[in-house]
């Protein structure tokens, strides 16, 4: 049951992203007061502020001018729900998808959503990651029937015709561009099995492959849906490839990868 106090503080945090005109009598004489618009704006600003943090790498290919303009009005569409603004912007990307200014920039969600995806395995849980010598040990048999299941840290995407992870790691390095780009699709992988999330470019067979494994099908199933997905995939490569990234965590029979703590 909502006390008086949560329901004052309810209409209070709508006072703060709604027009003046649709809010209650009482609501409305306080937000006509010169210090609520203060505070309102002071409330804002930290949202659009957390949002550029959120988004660094949209915040650098566009400007921050740009985002900024762009953020105040998601902010007046999307208010947190969450104190913790470092969760704030899940709806960023899908906004950015609807926002004529970036029309022209048909890669800018997908590089939004890898933003998400770099945070989400930021403030992910801790699991020890699945150890791959134990892995290969396993007989053939054994080994078409293990389930892996995804590190919880593990974030991945598949982008259709956009080279969306090469833009979004160059803009997130910050590095030197030297080459360039093919107009085509990519995947990306993120994990962090131990301090730091790192990243990596990913197949559409392994994004499937994964996606598989994520639903609980066994390593043979996994393989014959990304073989399905690319008949010419190399399913040992990208095994053994998401395996290193520490991609899979430990099944509750093996041992844990120590590989890269102190």
Not at 13 to 38: C, H
Not at 251 to 261: F, Q
Request: hydrophobic content about 50%; aromatic content about 10%.
């Amino acid at each position: 049951m909502t006390t008086p106090h949560g329901l004052f503080q309810q209409a209070f945090a709508k006072a703060l992203f709604s027009p003046t005109e649709g809010l209650n009598p009482a609501m409305r004489e306080l937000a006509a007061q010169p210090a609520f618009a203060v505070y309102r704006n002071t409330v804002i600003k930290a949202c659009i502020d957390a949002l550029e943090a959120n988004f660094p790498t949209v915040a650098r290919l566009v400007g921050s001018e740009w985002f900024r303009a762009a953020a105040a009005l998601y902010v007046n569409a999307e208010a947190p729900r969450d104190g913790r603004l470092l969760h704030y912007g899940s709806g960023f990307a899908d906004f950015l998808h609807s926002f004529e200014p970036a029309a022209e920039l048909v890669y800018l969600p997908g590089v939004a959503q890898l933003d998400t995806l770099w945070r989400e395995a930021h403030i992910e849980e801790d699991a020890p990651a699945a150890d791959a010598a134990w892995v290969a040990r396993q007989s053939p048999e054994q080994m078409a029937a293990l389930s892996l299941r995804p590190h919880p840290a593990a974030r991945w995407a598949w982008f259709d015709d956009q080279p969306v992870f090469s833009i979004w790691e160059r803009n997130r390095a910050r590095g030197e561009v030297t080459d360039e780009l093919a107009w085509k699709g990519e995947g990306a992988l993120l994990t962090r099995p131990y301090d730091a999330v790192a990243w990596q470019g990913l197949t559409q067979a392994g994004c499937v492959f994964l996606d598989a494994c994520a639903s609980g099908a066994t390593l043979q199933q996994a393989a014959e849906r990304a073989m399905a997905a690319d008949v010419q995939a190399d399913l040992a490569a990208i095994f053994a490839g998401l395996l290193s990234a520490g991609a899979f965590t430990a099944p509750s029979s093996s041992p844990a990868s120590n590989e890269g703590t102190p």
